[in-house]
């Protein structure tokens, strides 16, 4: 599985975990949903996420693109 991969299974996750948990525990919850937002909003113009590095740490793979793997 390659980073942008992980990336989106975990954003994924945490939303759909901090909806269930927004529902049945607390609707404080909500606002993590709303930081995992913020986070993949704010990644899009800045292209850096600290989960992205996290992943990579643990083993992930960059993904190569299509014009370097021509090359």
């Known amino acids: 599985m390659t980073v942008n991969e992980g990336l989106r299974a ?3 996750f945490f939303v759909l975990l901090s909806l269930a948990l927004g529902t049945w525990v ?3 919850w ?3 949903t709303a930081f995992v937002g ?8 800045t292209r850096w996420c600290p989960a992205m590095a996290i992943l ?3 083993g992930f793979r960059e993904e190569v693109s299509k014009d370097r793997a021509a090359a």
């Open 56 to 58: 990579k740490r643990i």
């Open 38 to 45: 913020i986070n993949l909003l704010q990644s899009a113009f």
């Open 10 to 12: 975990m954003a994924g």
């Open 26 to 28: 607390h609707p404080g």
């Open 30 to 32: 909500y606002l993590f």
